[in-house]
């Protein structure tokens, strides 16, 4: 909903509920601030009481003073002489009271400077190892990274906000109470005055607190396109195109326009704000100055003394802004959780608890199976793959040959379990797939994919992320190097395998798309337990001698493993020992090379067409 709009009633009910649970992630702040520093959360906590009451002993001590320098001055009047050692010694006692004050004031400041540097990594670390633990469908819905820039945007520092605004509403509590104490004696219904001339000021804060976290909230997706927008403008691997198309300018332009329709909301917003602020701060201000005049009265009829007016105008300008500040932190606390529960809503997603416990398949020998599989992308119109059935066997390789788009990466992302079927199972070593335990079962798939990560680490490390077990193992970056063929290059940059890749660090350098192929292919080589290799058209960047090459290469080195090759050039894919056509989701041919040669088929057709293009 946009923000200039009014809530529907269900939109206020929700609001009034979040309102009326405005310490409902309180606790857990606190909590969470606990486990991060107990020593720095029980500093705060006696500092922060100790912060709340030596203002209400200043001022006592400052209307002694007044009260012992009035009667001093009548005792030089009349007799010539009076005694200053109390008065002295009441200024010495207020002078340590103030030095303690801002002792705890700066130490107040330095637990919170602390606290906020270590719950941000806390809470940024919490929400990394969520994200740890989430599916890759979540990764693809776009309301899920709506839910997670709004986790990392702002969530990060409210828990610390939250904590020390709970903090400060208690030190303005106790100062308050010790307040009220003094005004009591003045008159009960002093008291009565100074609390309620703040309401207003309150009400109104809290009501633009709903309405900047509904703004927020609205315009997560905007954010999230300003944030992609400076990615592409800004980075290395999107300059070439920008460049040479004259992206630039429309994009930036993109970006300016968001930021209006942005800028417009929050302007609107603020106006409303300060306006209304602004006029029912006026009330406060007439309170005070109301005050003033009865206290003043008071003391010309004689019923207080000059010091005792001193003191409770202080109290009353002191209370005065205690009660905005405790008012204040009341409505930062309702905002705090509105935005908290943007944290916890991301922390409490749901996710499917494994199951599989399986580390040893009921027949070995058996391979892979896939069983009448069919699968549907989240909100997609139709299937990405229909009713397959497949069998691979130990020793076996197997090519998949279609158009793009066809469900070739699918069926990969199917057999890695990053996603599950809709209908139909697939079986590994006889025994359904969700029945593995999940570790056991990834250790056995080595995968490249068209689209591999390019780190921007060291060469080494960069090899390394096929194994974690073995990621700074140098040996093993070495013997996986030799099986991708990516030796021969790495030999042949500044520091070997301790060279730094990509351009975002100093000293970087660039690989070719085909070394970085390379890199691809040896970081499948880190995983020696796996017996089960996949090659999702990793070597394109490379002509088609360099990739028949690699390809018998990997067929060599994979040995008994069943191997899986996705590639557009039929040159390759004959060394297959089984090929397999997909079209639509669908298996529309299976067999070999000289099989589906000899069925004249789709296959057929396609090697046909490629050959004449390299006569």
């Not at 992630?25 to 969470?32: E, H, I, K, N, T």
Request: aromatic residues 10%.
């Amino acid at each position: 909903m946009p923000p200039h709009a009014s809530p529907s009633p269900v939109e206020s009910t929700d609001l009034t509920r979040s309102f009326l649970g405005v310490f409902r992630f309180s606790g857990r702040a606190l909590a969470l601030v606990w486990s991060t520093s107990r020593a720095l959360s029980v500093a705060l906590a006696l500092l922060t009481i100790l912060a709340g009451l030596l203002p209400a002993g200043v001022a006592f001590i400052g209307a002694r003073i007044v009260d012992a320098v009035v009667g001093a001055s009548r005792l030089w009047a009349s007799r010539g002489q009076a005694p200053l050692l109390p008065v002295f010694e009441w200024v010495v006692l207020e002078g340590v009271l103030v030095a303690a004050l801002a002792g705890a004031q700066r130490g107040l400041s330095l637990c919170q400077s602390l606290l906020r540097a270590q719950l941000g990594q806390r809470v940024n670390v919490m929400i990394l190892e969520k994200a740890l633990t989430l599916e890759l469908a979540q990764f693809e819905d776009s309301e899920f990274y709506d839910k997670l820039t709004r986790a990392r945007r702002e969530a990060s520092s409210r828990p610390l906000s939250l904590v020390t605004r709970t903090f400060g509403l208690g030190q303005n509590a106790i100062s308050l109470l010790s307040y009220g104490t003094l005004l009591f004696r003045f008159s009960p219904w002093a008291v009565l005055v100074l609390v309620l001339a703040g309401l207003p000021s309150f009400l109104a804060e809290t009501k633009f607190s709903g309405d900047a976290f509904r703004l927020f909230r609205w315009r997560s997706p905007e954010t999230r396109m300003q944030l992609y927008l400076e990615t592409v403008l800004a980075r290395e691997d999107h300059a070439k195109e920008v460049k040479l198309y004259g992206l630039g300018p429309l994009l930036l332009q993109r970006y300016r326009d968001i930021f209006h329709t942005l800028y417009r909301a929050d302007r609107n917003l603020t106006i409303r704000r300060d306006s209304w602020g602004f006029g029912l701060g006026l009330l406060g201000t007439l309170t005070l100055y109301g005050a003033y005049g009865w206290i003043a009265m008071s003391t010309v009829i004689g019923r207080i003394t000059l010091g005792q007016m001193t003191m409770y105008l202080m109290l009353f300008r002191q209370g005065q802004s205690a009660v905005a500040a405790m008012l204040s932190a009341i409505g930062g606390m309702y905002e705090d959780n509105l935005y908290l529960s943007t944290l916890y809503e991301y922390l409490e997603t749901p996710v499917p608890a494994a199951t599989g416990a399986t580390r040893r398949g009921a027949k070995p020998d058996d391979g892979i199976r896939f069983e009448q599989v069919s699968f549907s992308y989240p909100g997609a119109a139709e299937p990405a793959l229909h009713d397959i059935n497949l069998h691979i066997r130990p020793g076996e390789s197997l090519a998949l040959v279609g158009q793009n788009g066809s469900g070739k990466t699918t069926l990969i992302k199917l057999l890695t379990r990053l996603y599950a079927p809709d209908r139909g199972r697939i079986l590994l070593d006889g025994t359904d797939l969700r029945e593995w335990d999940e570790s056991t079962l990834l250790q056995r798939i080595g995968v490249i994919f068209q689209d591999f990560a390019r780190y921007q680490m060291r060469v080494g490390e960069n090899v390394g992320a096929g194994d974690v077990s073995h990621f700074d193992d140098a040996q093993r970056w070495r013997e996986a190097s030799d099986k991708g063929m990516a030796s021969e290059f790495i030999d042949s940059l500044p520091a070997g395998f301790d060279t730094q890749l990509g351009k975002w660090f100093r000293d970087g350098r660039e690989l070719s798309g085909g070394q970085w192929q390379k890199i691809a292919l040896a970081r499948a080589f880190m995983r020696s337990r796996a017996d089960i290799l996949v090659l999702d058209e990793p070597t394109a960047a490379m002509d088609a001698q360099a990739e028949a090459r690699i390809f018998e290469h990997f067929r060599e080195l994979a040995g008994g493993r069943i191997a899986i090759l996705i590639s557009h050039r039929f040159s390759t894919v004959r060394m297959a020992d089984q090929i397999i056509v997909i079209q639509d989701g669908r298996i529309i041919e299976h067999g070999s090379h000289e099989q589906l040669m000899a069925q004249d088929g789709h296959y057929a057709h396609l090697f046909s067409l490629q050959a004449q293009g390299y006569r």
